[in-house]
Each structure stands twice: as structure tokens, then as C-alpha cells.
């Protein structure tokens, strides 16, 4: 079981790692706007931005939240946490589809994919390592 100061860093870091991931891949977005201004890829940035930090401050409250409770938790967490994220972009990219039409949906699909699985990678990767070591904490008592 992890203690306390373990869970303060653990959901501090999938924060701070979230929202740098989030500044990164959108100086990359806004370099290839710079490069390709025909393509028209700001209104789709700001979309995905709202989408994954809004995605990584609420992931990382209730990450907070329970495993302060019980760290036993964790795993039903991380399947929600997909699913409720897997739902969100569909209700998202929907919104965009009505919002924009059909035409314009190519490049909000490009950026906000491209995101969607940078996160889905790094939230894989976070609860594995996280996961792991909670095993490595039981098998150690």
C-alpha cells in the first residue's frame, strides 16, 4: 500500500505531466499552423486544449480522491477513467461535427486524434509504472 506522501506525488506528477505534454504537442500544432496556414488548424487547437486539460485536471482530482481512500482502487479507476475519456471525445468530435459541418471535420479529427492518443499513451504508461510499484509495496510487506 502506498502511503501518503507517495499518492500527493503520484497524482502531482500525472498533472504536471499531462499539462506539459498538453504545451508540448500544441507548440507542435501551432508550428505546423505557422508552416501550413491553408490548413486552418487554430480553432481545432483550442478545441483539443480545452478537451485534454479539462480531461487531465478533473483525471487528476479524482486520482486524488481515491487513492487517498484506498489504493486498491486504482485499477477500477483507470478502466473508467478510459472509458469516461473515450466518451467524452465522441461527445466532443460530434459537437465539432454539428458545430463545423462535415467539411471542416478533417482537421479537427487530425489534431484532436492526435492528442487523444498521445494521453491515452501516457495515461497506459502513468498507471502501469503506478500499478507496478503498488505491487512491488504489497509483495515488499
Not at 25 to 30: E, G, K, Q, S
Not at 41 to 51: N, R, S
Not at 111 to 138: E, I, P, Q, W
Amino acid at each position: 500500500m502506498l502511503n501518503t506522501r507517495d499518492v500527493v506525488k503520484a497524482w502531482r506528477r500525472y498533472a504536471v505531466e499531462g499539462i506539459v505534454l498538453t504545451i508540448v504537442l500544441t507548440l507542435i500544432v501551432i508550428a505546423l499552423s505557422m508552416r501550413f496556414p491553408e490548413w486552418n488548424l487554430i480553432a481545432p487547437l483550442i478545441v483539443t486544449d480545452i478537451f485534454s486539460l479539462t480531461v487531465c485536471i478533473v483525471e487528476t482530482l479524482v486520482l486524488h480522491c481515491v487513492a487517498q481512500r484506498d489504493t486498491e482502487n486504482l485499477h477500477t479507476f483507470f478502466t473508467a477513467a478510459t472509458g469516461i475519456r473515450m466518451l467524452l471525445a465522441l461527445f466532443t468530435l460530434t459537437g465539432c461535427f454539428i458545430a463545423v459541418g462535415r467539411a471542416a471535420m478533417l482537421t479537427y479529427c487530425a489534431v484532436f486524434m492526435s492528442f487523444y492518443f498521445v494521453f491515452l499513451v501516457h495515461h497506459s504508461v502513468y498507471f502501469t509504472r503506478v500499478l507496478n510499484s503498488l505491487a512491488k509495496c504489497d509483495k515488499e510487506k
